[in-house]
């Protein structure tokens, strides 16, 4: 056998092992968001799901669940923690940036809740997803303008402190109303660590990197580096919430597309940063500070 066949073979047997890399990654990520999407349909009207809504605003015991799943893959995966964007490295720099994304999400967050009446339209949950999928293009390419423009903070005090009297806001605005309740700081806490650093790490952290580590991150494009996983993830991100309503052991079979279009987009603005930083800290931060703010506020002045 020559040199030049052994090479061939070589080449094959590295192709044929990159596909089955491929193949196994898609169905596990398939497998593990399939398993979410079952819990969550399953669960959502078991009693302690129930009680935790009734009193606490929102599911604690689903979530502890979905992260302790993935935890799980990753563990049985056998890879580091910071290949999954699980790092404290240049987390002072990261943290600034995480604080930009959230005042930049204040865009859509704000125009998507009042923009429709300001405008005198009448949109439907379809329409109201269509309104704000745009905002969230202009929020993905001013998050991309301030990305490539960042430099090194050498000290994250400030915006450690300024993070802490934003999530500290709606309670004293709720103290201050006499309207202070254990629903108002659930919705902090949950918004905060559960719906943001929760979700980013299954999202960005699991599906998203797990996919750029069988497909490769090939593309170049306005100085972010990402491959499918970016788009796969945001897309997989928009179809958990097309499951918002989705609740078929109380009669309610619609899906909530409207909602999903726009949070696909929502995961490109958390995917981007995820690619730029290498970690989880600015998506987790850019997720849950605005929730862990708005949310209360929604509830405190009825913003539905």
Known sequence: MTVHNYLTVDRSVGVMQSLRTRVLTTLEILLVFAVLIALRVAFRSANIVQWEKQNLGWSYSLMVLFIGIVVGTILFTRRSWAEFGVSAKNWRTNLDIGFKAYLIRILPAVMATFGPA??????????????????????????????????????????????????????????????LSWVILSTVVW??????????????????????????????????????????????????????????????????????????????????????????????????????????????????
Do not use: C
């Open 118 to 179: 300001w405008l005198g339209l009448k949109l439907n949950e379809l329409g109201k997803g269509a309104f704000e999928a745009p905002l969230w293009v202009m929020a993905v390419a001013l998050i991309i303008w301030a990305l490539n423009r960042q430099k090194e903070v050498k000290s994250g005090r400030a915006n450690l402190i300024a993070t802490g009297l934003f999530l500290l806001f709606p309670v004293g605005l709720a103290l201050a109303m006499g309207k």
């Open 191 to 304: 918004q905060f660590i559960f719906s943001g650093f929760g979700e980013e790490f299954i999202f960005r952290g699991y599906f998203q990197s797990r996919l750029n580590q069988a497909f490769g991150r090939p593309v170049h494009l306005f100085g972010i580096q990402f491959g499918v996983g970016l788009v796969i993830a945001s897309l997989l991100f928009g179809l958990l919430h097309a499951f918002n309503t989705y609740d078929p052991a109380v009669g309610l079979s619609s899906m909530a597309w409207g909602s999903a279009i726009a949070s696909t987009v929502a995961g490109l603005f958390l995917g981007v940063l995820r690619e730029k930083t290498g970690s989880l800290l600015a998506p987790s931060i850019a997720h849950g500070l605005p929730d862990a703010v708005g949310e209360p506020m929604k509830i405190l002045f009825g913003w539905f």
